[in-house]
């Protein structure tokens, strides 16, 4: 039986610290499109002792390809910026992020774009969301495909592979990048998986018994303990 991610942190001594307190950990939250909250990582913080900067993200609007440079470039200066605030305020600061759902795409564009970050958490994420919206059958890729009217600009899509998680990845140091995937996620399809396996041998990719929230217990635990591993380092 495959051991749990939690049991394998645990072996490698990365949960013997998860209630000791570090101030110096800070950590920017990047919402989904969903704007689901990050209740279990707010708390997981509290315990601790680190600081959290949730991100208040605008609404995404305009032509679907057109729109998503600028898009991404904002949230990335608007990243760079909360970053630099906190390295201004705390000496030795060790700043994190994690990204959930779109909001890890947007996480690794500003990674790959500035740097700054000590560690980087992508729970969720599809992985190569350009090639998923051309292809995959799953309800999201297919109301994406629905925006166009015509095949010219269904043709532009692959434009967006510079904004996608995996490409972006290739720019940032896998040691401090924790890729997280649910069984139960019912919006990642077989090419998803596939990429992820590709990750899987320069990065660290954890398969967990969890949904495309990726709010488990488990799973929760599993990325603080990353993120205060890396924070001793």
Same mark, same amino acid.
């Given at each position: ?30 919402p989904g499109a969903d704007d ?20 208040? @993200?605008? *609404?995404?609007?305009? #032509? ?7 898009? /991404?470039? %904002?949230?990335? &200066? ?50 190569? @969301?350009? *090639?998923?919206?051309? #292809? ?7 109301? /994406?495909? %629905?925006?166009? &009217? ?84």
């Amino acid at each position: 039986m495959l051991r749990s991610a939690f049991s394998i942190f645990a072996s490698r001594g990365y949960l013997s610290g998860l209630m000791s307190k570090n101030t110096a950990i800070h950590v920017i939250l990047v919402p989904g499109a969903d704007d689901l909250p990050f209740s279990e990582d707010l708390d997981a913080a509290e315990r601790c002792g680190a600081s959290v900067h949730p991100l208040q @993200l605008p *609404a995404l609007t305009g #032509h679907p390809i057109d729109s998503r440079p600028p898009f /991404f470039n %904002a949230i990335a &200066d608007k990243i760079a910026l909360e970053i630099a605030d906190i390295r201004s305020k705390t000496l030795g600061a060790r700043v994190f992020g994690i990204g959930r759902n779109h909001g890890g795409s947007l996480l690794a564009y500003a990674a790959a774009r500035d740097g700054g970050f000590d560690g980087l958490v992508f729970p969720g994420v599809i992985p190569a @969301l350009s *090639a998923y919206r051309v #292809h995959s059958e799953l309800a999201s890729a297919r109301q /994406f495909r %629905a925006k166009f &009217d015509n095949p010219e600009e269904l043709a532009r899509i692959p434009e967006l592979r510079p904004f996608d998680m995996a490409s972006c990845l290739e720019k940032i140091d896998a040691s401090r990048c924790l890729i997280q995937v649910g069984h139960a996620d019912d919006w990642m399809d077989a090419a998803s998986h596939a990429c992820f396996k590709a990750l899987k041998a320069n990065y660290t990719v954890q398969w967990l018994d969890d949904d495309h929230a990726m709010a488990a217990a488990e799973t929760v635990a599993a990325r603080w303990s990353f993120i205060q591993a890396r924070a001793a380092a």
